[in-house]
């Protein structure tokens, strides 16, 4: 037994790591949309589709264990929802949801969420729909809808330091728009948020903009003179909310192009920072406030420090210029504003629509500063001082709109799904992936002559790399059945794999797939050593874990599934790329030990953009 262990040591020291391709580095091909507007990538155990990046700049500075946040949507997405990716540009979890919007951890009640909003994001700019909550499992455990009766748009939704929600809202709302040459009998989209307490629904406070702002206020102005009931104006576009301790809120209007702060008792304003009615003294010659058509204001420092996304553009016939994130200081008694930090786009990006600004603590080490483009499919870390370490594309450089994602944010998060790990096996090949799986660091292969024996033999292991890892079956394994076992990083059993048939000589694969309906089959708990503990411990407990072993009882339900070995897809099936191209293309590098390779070398879904651009439950 004490040999068969440590084997499994040199196995996990010396074989060589397999797994799905990563990111591209420098790719023009992959920006000239010779991979299709939205590249992906396949993979042989799952059919889970995943995003293939492209690196235009790298740092190893990025690497800081947390992973990233996004949502993939537009008329390019084949699969759009919900997706987190690891620190080295592979795929960890994704689920087809819809056209989804602000993915992103909140802790409630000592517990990590993710929390996301799905539903139909093409109603005049803005969305209806409801927000999910999803546990460390991804179960639902809320849903979450406004209160009145309105409905849930996908704007924002925020969880404060007390637990409650901000949620934003575009309601259909009365008004007289003589005041820009509109009817008096008038409609507009009012700029709506509320806040929610979490458990019970209950509405804690409501706001809505037509009480507090003038129609001449926005620089968007009404689409024709005859706005009636049929055509609902939208005149201030929210886009975000915060909260700070004082209980106040900060909201962002795209259209008024303002950042509001407002009082959380009487709904009064206190002050205007940027827009037609700015209140602040500008320290920076007027780059602190002229901030235009903007997303996802947030405060910092103790309400000393606002970050914010300057979209500075707003689509067809405004002015293209260039976007940036803003770090701003404000003393609110002074009523100054300064730039603390401006954060630049080396490929001078100019997003019409969307975006985000997130400071990233650093640990102990410097800050960095995320910025999401939105309407461009990029995100960029930069160091806290602005200089750009990661310059990542998620689909081509069109910026056509085809390929979006509202928000892309950074945060730790630890995924244990009650599914359990996918399996394909081919001839002395085993492709294994556990979709939302964190915390797997090893897969080791068990064979076993029936599909009732009551132990199995270990077969060889490899550490976890990727989405996807590919495992090579020992050339003198002479099991009927194999299986894979997924462990961490202390030799825990976390789940299983479906038990397949092998045989090497056929020409046909068995896939061993989970059910997603039948979702408590891989809640398999035990002890089994991963290799990565001293020979002397190995010893220790080696005795312990043969008795574990002989003693599991059953190894798993055989699964005849079969389809085709395919090579690893890359492309999306719109490719357009030569032979010549393909070759250049094709060198590969290493973007750091243990990575993977990576190769070197229509408006209608925008959400700010309608002219060109509650109920409760917990489940």
Not at 258 to 265: A, E, N, Q, V, W
Not at 572 to 580: A, F, K, T, V, W
Request: hydrophobic share 35%.
């Amino acid at each position: 037994m004490l040999r068969t262990l440590l084997a499994l040591t040199a196995t996990l020291a010396f074989t060589p790591i397999q797994a799905d391709h990563g990111p591209y580095i420098q790719s023009t091909a992959y920006d000239d949309g010779k991979f299709g507007e939205w590249p992906t990538e396949t993979y042989r155990s799952s059919p889970i589709v995943g995003p293939a990046l492209n690196y235009l700049q790298y740092s190893d500075e990025c690497k800081d264990g947390l992973y990233t946040f996004i949502a993939p949507r537009g008329n390019k997405v084949g699969n759009p929802g919900p997706m987190i990716l690891d620190q080295d540009g592979h795929l960890v979890w994704t689920k087809k949801y819809g056209q989804t919007y602000n993915l992103n951890v909140y802790t409630f009640k000592g517990q990590d969420y993710l929390t996301f909003w799905v539903g139909n994001d093409g109603v005049g700019g803005h969305g209806e729909g409801a927000y999910y909550m999803l546990d460390s499992t991804y179960q639902e455990t809320y849903k979450i809808t406004a209160a009145n009766a309105l409905p849930a748009d996908l704007h924002d939704f925020h969880l404060t330091d007390q637990g409650t929600a901000l949620i934003t809202i575009y309601d259909i709302y009365p008004a007289n728009l003589t005041s820009v040459s509109g009817s008096p009998q008038g409609t507009i989209y009012d700029g709506t948020f509320q806040e929610l307490d979490l458990e019970t629904g209950a509405l804690l406070f409501q706001w809505r903009a037509s009480d507090h702002f003038a129609f001449t206020d926005s620089y968007r102005p009404p689409e024709s003179a005859d706005i009636d009931s049929t055509a609902p104006w939208d005149f201030f576009h929210i886009n975000s909310v915060d909260k700070d301790p004082k209980g106040n809120y900060l909201i962002s209007s795209r259209y008024t192009s303002t950042l509001t702060y407002i009082d959380g008792r009487t709904g009064d304003i206190i002050w205007r920072l940027g827009g037609k009615h700015n209140d602040f003294t500008d320290l920076s010659n007027g780059t602190a406030t002229n901030f235009k058509w903007q997303h996802h204001a947030r405060f910092r420092d103790n309400g000393t420090a606002i970050t914010v996304f300057d979209n500075a553009s707003r689509g067809a016939g405004a002015p293209q210029s260039p976007s940036r994130g803003l770090y701003l200081d404000i003393d609110q008694e002074k009523m100054t504003v300064a730039v603390r930090h401006e954060y630049w786009n080396p490929e001078s990006i100019s997003s019409q629509s969307q975006g985000s600004v997130q400071v990233l603590d650093g640990g102990g080490m410097e800050e960095k500063v995320l910025i999401g483009y939105g309407h461009i499919p990029t995100w960029t870390e930069y160091r806290l001082s602005g200089e750009v370490l990661c310059n990542v594309h998620l689909g081509s450089a069109s910026g056509d709109g085809n390929i979006m994602s509202y928000r892309v944010l950074k945060n730790r998060w630890a995924g244990n799904p009650i599914t359990s790990p996918d399996i394909s096996v081919y001839q002395y090949t085993a492709a294994v992936s556990w979709n939302g799986a964190t915390e797997v660091v090893t897969w080791a292969l068990e064979g076993a002559n029936s599909k009732d024996s009551k132990s199995g033999t270990f077969l060889t292991a490899m550490p976890k790399e990727g989405f996807e890892t590919l495992i090579t079956i020992p050339a003198d394994a002479d099991s009927r059945y194999i299986r894979a076992l997924g462990l961490n990083s202390t030799g825990h059993m976390l789940g299983t794999s479906k038990l397949v048939r092998w045989n090497p000589s056929s020409d046909e694969p068995v896939v061993g797939r989970h059910d997603e309906e039948d979702e408590g089959t891989g809640r398999v708990v035990g002890l089994f050593f991963g290799g990565f503990i001293s020979a002397l411990v190995v010893a220790a407990l080696g005795w312990g874990v043969k008795w574990w072993w002989d003693r599991r009882g059953s190894v798993g339900e055989d699964d005849g599934e079969r389809g085709v070995w395919q090579k690893l897809d890359r492309f999306n099936g719109d490719e357009d790329l030569s032979e010549g191209e393909m070759e250049e293309d094709a060198e590969f590098a290493l973007l750091g030990p243990g990575r993977g390779h990576g190769l070197l070398g229509d408006d209608s879904d925008d959400p700010d953009d309608d002219d060109d651009d509650g109920g409760w439950k917990r489940s």
